[in-house]
């Protein structure tokens, strides 16, 4: 543990057992079960990579969820009160043991069948990542206020997670319920993977939940709020991407300024959009998990449903592959929420999979090399009317050439993302360094919880395919929380760790073999991503693209009178130099 947050634990121990005993907490789980584990799961709290060492998926901190002074308890932040009835198939999942609902809520759920509950899977675990007993689970469905005594309260008898859902993401977070007794209340349909237009940028979706308000005051009716979808691009953008957090098996939803979210709580609920062919509300996420809640910079971030749809039927055999849709009733569509209309200019995200180190994700296909233009014949073609000369379009990629890659234009031809809002491109005296060589370098990191990235589109020269670039590392953290890399169109072509073994006070030599990409325009970025504790800063001086015959393994090749050793594609090869 880091000898700082010592003090900060014990102190945090105690406050947990006198706020836990009010009986709203983030899973059907004792207050000792919390003591036991907080001092085995702290150091993973810390840099939050455990999520099933949190009381549920909206939390960044394993007792934040606590405290009922903070916007961290359950809510749904910025929304209002839901219209009565409006959502019939929403449902609380309580602590069993409890007679008040509103005292044994801790997550949400959706009727899809008349004997099933889809939630999240993290909500179906305890501290540890046990799976929960299914006898420590009631349902309450057709219930405003949880207070009151309305609707129905169902046993469960069997919980059924995803198979891949692990204990070390959020990945596939989502849990099938089965409840004792069927209820005959319609189910809420499934979003299918033909319907790919509502999970677009910028689509209109509803997220339901129970819990205290912004205002910090109780409130057990349920809520609601309407935000838009945003791209996985823009997600990673404050989550990162070297961290593999936020998959395609997710979705990302929120405004860049905060204010709307959903919280802790509210996990497992839905997050659902209206289908404008069918006249109908479908559920598109199940909410999973954030950094924080309504912060600025960060997303809530859903667990797919389309992705899953097959993986459902297959658990409900009445149901088949699919979800059955409910009769329309008229009390469905709620008057106060206005009725959204998906955008028709979807745009689909590239898929992210992580490979191994400075792996590029796959071989481009094959294109014309933009150093050579085909000289097109022309064959001028004379109208019946008017005599006027149609040319067809011919249509040539520019040759990007790198610009500035010792920085000492600033900022001319890179563009800089900073989530803390940091200036990247700086004079090397302002941080207390010295350049390779000039005066401007690029400083990336250097801050909690910052994603950080130079960015230009350039094309791979055919004859030097080779991405070399010098680097400083300072890091006061272990390997595997802090990383920096270089990413090509949104695939990540070279990782490594930013750490206190990774460290130097020299400058290093980077290259990465890009002969996978010779001829190609890419964005290319150099990145650097932290976590919440203890900073690492990459610094970046003298970016450029050389010939296979100057890489540091051809130059030892040729010292040693041997071959020219050609490595793979993409293998980075680095050496400790001093200036």
Same mark, same amino acid.
């Given at each position: 543990?880091?000898?700082k947050?010592q ?8 406050f947990?057992?006198?706020?836990a005993?009010?009986g ?6 004792s207050v ?18 455990n ?7 909206r939390t ?5 969820s ?6 961290q308890t359950?809510?749904i932040i910025?929304?209002?009160e839901?219209?009565?009835g409006a959502?019939p198939?929403m ?14 809520? /801790?997550c949400?759920?959706?009727?899809i069948?008349?004997e099933?509950?889809l939630?999240?899977a993290?909500?179906t675990v305890?501290?540890?990542?046990r799976?929960?007993d299914?006898?420590?689970?009631n ?13 129905q309260? @169902?046993?469960v008898d ?11 993401s /959020?990945?596939?977070d989502?849990?099938?319920l089965?409840l004792?007794t069927p209820?005959d ?8 993977p033909?319907?790919?237009l509502y999970?677009?940028?910028?689509t209109?979706? @509803?997220i339901?939940?129970?819990?205290i308000t912004?205002e910090?005051?109780?409130s057990d009716?349920?809520?609601q709020v309407?935000v838009?979808l945003?791209d ?7 989550y990162?991407?070297?961290?593999e957090?936020?998959t ?5 939803a929120g =405004?860049k300024?905060g204010?709307k ?5 509210d996990?497992g609920?839905?997050m659902i959009v209206?289908?404008v062919e069918?006249q109908?509300?479908?559920q598109l996420g199940?909410v999973?998990w954030?950094?924080?809640c ?12 389309s992705?899953y749809?097959r ?7 009445q149901?088949?592959?699919?979800v059955?849709?409910p009769?329309?009733r008229a009390? =469905?569509? !709620?008057t106060s929420t206005a009725t959204?209309t998906?955008?028709?200019?979807a745009?689909p995200?590239?898929t ?5 180190l400075?792996?590029? /994700?796959a071989? !481009? ?6 150093t050579?233009?085909p000289t ?10 008017d005599h006027t000369?149609?040319? !067809?379009?011919?249509?040539?990629n520019?040759?990007l050439?790198?610009?500035n ?5 600033i ?6 993302f ?6 990247l491109?700086?004079?090397a ?7 390779r ?6 400083q990336l990191g250097a801050g909690?919880?910052e @994603?950080?990235y130079?960015?230009q589109?350039?094309?791979? !020269?055919?004859t ?11 890091s006061?953290d272990?390997c595997g929380?802090?990383?920096?890399g270089?990413?090509?169109?949104e695939? @990540?072509?070279a990782? /490594?760790?930013l750490c206190?073994?990774?460290?130097s006070?020299?400058w290093?030599?980077?290259e990465?073999?890009?002969r996978?990409?010779q ?7 150099i ?9 690492s800063?990459l610094?970046?001086?003298d970016?450029?693209f050389?010939a296979?015959?100057?890489?540091v393994t051809?130059?030892?090749?040729r010292a040693?009178?041997?071959p020219?050793?050609?490595t793979?594609?993409?293998?980075p ?5 001093t200036?």
């Open positions: 543990m880091h000898r947050w003090l900060w634990l014990s102190c945090v121990l105690l947990t057992v006198s706020v005993l009010i709203r907490y983030g899973s059907p789980e000792s079960a919390t003591v036991r584990t907080a001092t085995t799961q702290s150091t993973a709290a810390q840099h939050h990579v999520p099933n060492s949190l009381h549920n998926g960044t901190s394993l007792f934040r606590y405290d009922s002074n903070s916007p359950p809510t910025g929304g209002e839901a219209p009565q959502w198939w449902v609380a999942l309580v602590d069993a043991n409890k007679s008040n609902a509103a005292q044994g809520q /801790f949400g759920g959706v009727l069948d008349a099933w509950v939630s999240a993290h909500c305890d501290l540890s990542g799976a929960l299914p006898a420590k689970f349902v309450v469905i057709g219930r405003h206020q949880l207070s009151e005594s309305g609707g309260r @169902v046993a069997q919980l059924v997670r995803h198979p891949a859902y692990g204990t070390d /959020f990945d596939n989502l849990a099938l089965h004792t209820v209340t319609p189910p809420l349909p499934l979003l299918q033909d319907q790919p999970e677009s940028s910028g209109p979706v @509803v339901l939940g129970w819990g912004d910090g005051r109780d009716v349920l809520r309407e838009p945003v996985l691009k823009t997600c990673r953008q404050s990162g991407i070297f961290n957090k936020v395609d098996n997710m979705l990302c =405004l300024n204010g979210d959903s919280c802790q709580g996990s609920g839905p209206f289908d069918h109908e509300w479908r199940i999973s954030g950094e924080g309504a912060e600025p910079n960060y997303y809530g971030v859903y667990t797919r449903v992705q749809t993986w459902i039927g297959e658990q409900i055999p149901q088949g592959t699919t059955p849709t009769t329309p009390t =469905l569509t !709620p959204p998906p955008q028709l200019n745009t995200t590239n992210l999979i992580p490979t191994a400075a792996t590029p /994700f071989t !481009p296909s094959a294109t014309a090399d933009n050579t233009f097109p014949s022309v064959t001028p073609q004379t109208a019946q009317a000369m149609y040319l !067809p379009l011919i249509m040539m520019r040759y050439v790198l610009q890659g010792n920085f000492e234009a900022h001319q031809g890179w563009t800089e900073s989530l803390q809002q940091q200036p491109i700086v004079h005296a302002a941080i207390s360094t010295a350049a060589g000039g005066s401007y370098i690029a909690e919880s @994603v950080a130079i960015q589109r350039v094309t791979v !020269p055919p030097k395919p080779i991405l070399e670039f010098w680097m400083k590392i300072t006061a272990d929380y802090d990383f920096g270089v990413v090509l169109d695939h @990540v072509v990782q /490594f760790d206190r073994s990774s460290a006070a020299d290093q030599r980077w990465v073999d890009l996978a990409y001829g190609l325009t890419v964005s290319l970025e990145r650097a991503e932290t976590d919440g504790f203890l900073n800063t610094l970046i001086d970016v450029t050389i296979v015959t100057d890489t051809a130059q030892a090749d040693a009178g041997q020219l050793t050609r793979s594609p993409a293998t090869i680095w050496t400790q130099k200036r």
